[in-house]
C-alpha cells in the first residue's frame, strides 16, 4: 500500500508560478517505479501531465513542455511539479499518483488532488 498527499495548489494569475508537492508514505514505498501528475480539468478526463521513473527518467505532456518541471527527492519521497508560465487552460484538480510493482503486477495509487486555478 502506498499514500500519497499533495500539497501546493492554489489561486495564481496567469504567467505565474506554483510548485505542487506529493509526499508518499506506506510499506511499498521501496516498489514505487513510477510517479507523476495527472490533471482533470472542469468536464474533462483526467490526463497525464508529467511522470517521473525511479531512474530520474521525465515524460512530459504536450501542452507543458518547456514550462513545466518534474522532479523527485527520493530521501524525502517526495515528487515535485514546478510550474511556471500558467495560462487559464492549466486549471483543474492536480493528482499525485505512483506506479508500484510487486512481481509481474502493476499497482496504482493516487493521492487526493490539489486545486490549482489560474485566472485569466
Known amino acids: 500500500q502506498v499514500q500519497l498527499v499533495e500539497s501546493g495548489g492554489g489561486l495564481v494569475q496567469a504567467r505565474g508560478s506554483l510548485r505542487l508537492s506529493c509526499v508518499a508514505s506506506g510499506r511499498d514505498i521501496v516498489s514505487i517505479k513510477l510517479m507523476g501528475w495527472y490533471c482533470q480539468a472542469p468536464g474533462k478526463s483526467r490526463e497525464l501531465v508529467a511522470t517521473i521513473t525511479s531512474g530520474g527518467s521525465t515524460n512530459y505532456a504536450d501542452s507543458v513542455k518547456g514550462r513545466f518541471t518534474v522532479s523527485g527527492d527520493n530521501a524525502k519521497n517526495t515528487v515535485y511539479l514546478q510550474m511556471n508560465s500558467l495560462k487559464p487552460e492549466d486549471t483543474g484538480v492536480y493528482y499525485c499518483?505512483?506506479?508500484?510493482?510487486?512481481?509481474?503486477?502493476?499497482?496504482?495509487?493516487w493521492g487526493q488532488g490539489t486545486q490549482v486555478t489560474v485566472s485569466s
Open positions: 499518483y505512483a506506479r508500484v510493482r510487486d512481481g509481474l503486477v502493476d499497482y496504482h495509487f
